[in-house]
Nanobody, 125 residues
């Protein structure tokens, strides 16, 4: 069964850090670009970051540039999102998905495969 599982969320104070993981099972992530997305209650889904299959291309939403870093370890079949300088507005459920387009440009925001179950990130003092 092809599945993505997100983990690493939690409660953190403003200015803190978290590292999210996206682990694949039942298939290899090697050939896929992968994106991180988030959705807060009452808000639309937002693309956060994308990384190409080889890791050479990355893209970030303006709201997280300079604070979040996406990376991948194909040997571990996983993709990560390092989140630093967290703000209350980063509070959301975070999801990963395979991206069916290039990370260059904007198509990665809409062309993606099934999400995992998500991991909750709450930034609050």
């Amino acid at each position: 069964q092809m599945q993505l599982v997100e983990s690493g969320g939690g409660l953190v104070q403003p200015g803190g850090s978290l590292r999210l993981s996206c682990a694949a099972s039942g298939f290899s992530l090697d050939y896929y670009a992968v994106g991180w997305f988030r959705q807060a209650p009452g808000k639309e889904r937002e693309g956060v970051s994308c990384i190409s299959s080889g890791g050479g291309n990355t893209n970030y939403a303006d709201s997280v540039k300079g604070r979040f870093t996406i990376s991948r370890d194909n040997a571990k079949n996983a993709v990560y999102l390092q989140m630093d300088s967290l703000k209350p507005e980063d509070t959301a459920a975070y999801y990963c998905a395979t991206v069916l387009a290039s990370c260059v440009g904007t198509r990665w925001l809409t062309d993606f495969g099934p999400w995992g179950q998500g991991t909750q990130v709450t930034v609050s003092s």
